[in-house]
């Protein structure tokens, strides 16, 4: 039975495998900042371009830790030949199969995620 309300300590559960194993993208707990994500975007992930951003609640963690994955395992595919909305099906159905078990454990509220990654945004 999913969730219906998940706290910020249930949430890094749910995704402690991911945060574990990402190269490029951490969650930091400061004592006078509160939780910041830091993601980093340098081409050469060199560090040189830290993109650093508050966590404002747990929404707003679940849907950055979503995106992210989401988009991790989709450009690790596609290496931003295509835009989402354009790809092709056995991709789109992978990173699918790859984000259920997570989206089983988060609330309902959470089940279009996908669809709105793939989605046309002029639409």
């Known amino acids: ?10 949430v890094m559960e749910i995704f402690s ?3 574990k194993h990402t190269n490029d993208f951490e969650i930091v707990k400061t004592e006078k900042m509160g939780l910041l994500t830091v993601l980093d975007a340098s081409d050469s992930k060199d ?8 966590v404002l ?11 992210q994955e989401i988009s991790e395992i989709y450009y690790s595919i596609d290496h931003g030949k295509k835009d989402p ?3 092709d099906e056995p991709v789109e159905t992978y ?15 959470w ?4 669809e709105e990654f793939f989605s046309d945004p002029d639409q």
């Open 111 to 114: 089940a279009d995620v996908l």
């Open 57 to 67: 609640n747990v929404d707003d963690l679940v849907q950055t830790l979503l995106w």
């Open 47 to 54: 560090r040189s371009l830290l993109s650093i951003e508050p």
């Open 85 to 87: 909305c354009d790809c």
């Open 17 to 19: 495998d991911y945060l």
């Open 1 to 10: 039975m999913k969730p219906q309300n998940v706290t910020i300590d249930e």
């Open 95 to 109: 990173v699918w199969n790859r984000m259920q078990p997570r989206l089983k454990m988060l609330p309902e509220k």
